[in-house]
């Protein structure tokens, strides 16, 4: 199966913003939840943020509360992760994830559908 191309991953100082896209390959916005998750070098893919097939209900990792967004455009069909502040423990390669059965699930058990990824670089 086609997996979506996340976009917007790049180097980036510390204190800078970037804004991550995932585009809707499978038809899944809009009728369930997306997520994005990460990867730092060397450790597990932890949750990074989730949004509910509706957009009214938003979730965020501690370390990321106050910094990032999670949306979705369904007239786009698109989501997007915008990030500021970025610091250098952001550095991560991050997921797109589609096709949720909640968005509350923080393990990624539940979603159907992952995108390749983006290199996120935070510089100090």
């Known amino acids: 199966q086609e997996q979506p191309v996340e976009s917007g991953g790049r180097l980036v100082q510390t204190g800078g913003s970037l804004r991550l896209s995932c585009p809707d390959s499978w038809g899944t916005f809009g009728r369930y939840a997306m997520g994005w998750f990460r990867q730092p070098p060397g450790e597990l893919r932890e949750f990074v943020a989730s949004?509910?097939?509706?957009?009214?209900?938003?979730y965020y990792a501690e370390s990321v509360k106050g910094r990032f967004t999670i949306s979705l455009d369904n007239a786009k069909s698109t989501g997007y992760l915008e990030m500021n502040d970025l610091k250098p423990e952001d550095t991560a390669t991050y997921y797109c994830?589609?096709?949720?059965?909640?968005?509350?699930?923080?393990?990624?058990?539940?979603?159907?559908?992952w995108g390749r990824g983006t290199q996120v670089t935070v510089s100090s």
């Open positions: 994830a589609a096709g949720g059965r909640t968005a509350l699930d923080r393990t990624g058990s539940y979603y159907d559908h």
């Open positions: 949004i509910s097939w509706n957009g009214d209900k938003t």
